[in-house]
């Protein structure tokens, strides 16, 4: 019997021994509907392709798929879905960060106009560098909650931290954020 004629779970048998050939025909079983699913959801070819690769490693790597939940197509699907949703949310905090952040600007000098296409890329520069002039623990806490789209509870059990502690610090470096991005302004 070749390989490719062989079933998922004897597959991912195979797959758990360190079989590569095993990942090989999975890929090519699945990697279209995985891809497909990202691809509906991102709206981009080069998001959907990575997403496809990130959803492979992780099978390969991660002893997740049980199959008595299911079957490994839903198992592929669901797990695509869920990937696709998170990364679309990670670019929308991000957008909803860099937003706030020229609200902030704005408001805070009269003489600045609002950001133009053509300066996105001069201010993100600035933003780079104004969150590396802020502390560690600062800056961490607010890439974990503006970037990665982490609530502050989140944060507080990877962190092993308290609740309030997060808060205090996402306020803080918001503060000194805001003071380091006028002061680049005005340079």
Known sequence: MKLKDVPDSELISLLRADNSQAMDVLYDRY????????????QNNSDAEGLTQDVFISLWQKDSYQAGRGSLKSFLGLLTRHRAIDKLRKRKTAQNFLERWQLYIYESSSDLMPLESTQDREQQ????KALSLLPTEQREILVMNFFEGL??????ER?????????SRVRLAFVKLKRLLIEQNQQ
């Open 31 to 42: 990697a279209g509907l995985v891809y497909s699913v990202a691809k509906r959801i991102l």
């Open 125 to 128: 520069e600035k933003l780079q």
């Open 151 to 156: 609530s502050r509870v989140q944060i507080a």
């Open 159 to 167: 962190l092993d931290l308290p609740v309030g502690t997060v808060k």
